[in-house]
T-cell receptor
Framework: GAVVSQHPSRVICKSGTSVKIECRSL??????MFWYRQFPKKSLMLMAT?????????EQGVEKDKFLINHASLTLSTLTVTSAHPEDSSFYIC??????????FGSGTRLTVV | AQTVTQSQPEMSVQEAETVTLSCTYD???????LFWYKQPPSRQMILVIR??????QNATENRFSVNFQKAAKSFSLKISDSQLGDTAMYFC???????????FGDGTTLTVKP
């Protein structure tokens, strides 16, 4: 079946630095990927829709300059958290696919900013 | 805009018993899909079951089945013969046929007790 690989699974960074999270579709091409943020025991909050070869579409309230999304190929989307601060600490998940088949999710990245 | 409501934040069930998780949604559209996803403590999102809105027959996947009531906009998940490994957070999700992003409910945390 479809597999989405997400790396790293955990990352700790210092406040003010940037962190890049990668999401790869391993056995299918994904023209669209989605990035979510999830707080403990809460639902997934859609941050942005990543479109291959074009700009990402951000949800209302999500800072475009802080959460940079790049979708340079049909199998890779990246989320860069720039100038990270402790309030950016969270669990970030990507997904691909969708519509009738349902999404395939990455395994998530736990970001801790110290 | 579509909304998805899961009215049971937490539920518990004894091992081998049956439990039903509720989900209601609101949409003015006629063509869509509904899903149940499972998120165990590992936080990996796993597709449990899917239902096409145009199909009257309820979807089943082994011990998991749904009760889809389109007129009532209800989509409940029944888990039979509950197992300890079913302990997880369960999310109901909705997606329009021609749209990319899903709407997720707030989730129900299910605990299966030995």
């Amino acid at each position: 079946g479809a597999v989405v690989s997400q790396h790293p699974s955990r990352v700790i960074c210092k406040s003010g630095t940037s962190v890049k999270i990668e999401c790869r579709s391993l056995d299918f091409q994904a023209t669209t990927m989605f990035w979510y943020r999830q707080f403990p025991k809460k639902s997934l909050m859609l941050m942005a829709t990543s479109n291959e070869g074009s700009k990402a579409t951000y949800e209302q309230g999500v800072e475009k300059d802080k959460f940079l999304i790049n979708h340079a190929s049909l199998t890779l989307s990246t989320l860069t958290v720039t100038s990270a601060h402790p309030e950016d600490s969270s669990f970030y998940i990507c997904s691909a696919g969708g519509t009738g088949g349902g999404y395939t999710f990455g395994s998530g990245t736990r970001l801790t900013v110290v | 805009a579509q909304t998805v409501t899961q009215s049971q934040p937490e539920m518990s069930v004894q091992e081998a018993e049956t439990v039903t998780l509720s989900c209601t949604y609101d949409t003015s559209e006629n063509n869509y899909y509904l899903f149940w996803y499972k998120q165990p403590p590992s936080r990996q999102m796993i597709l449990v079951i899917r239902q096409e809105a145009y199909k009257q027959q309820n979807a089943t996947e082994n011990r998991f089945s749904v009760n889809f009531q389109k007129a009532a906009k209800s989509f409940s998940l029944k888990i039979s013969d509950s197992q300890l490994g079913d302990t997880a957070m369960y999310f109901c999700a909705f997606i329009l046929t021609n749209a990319g992003k899903s709407t997720f409910g707030d989730g129900t945390t299910l605990t299966v007790k030995p």
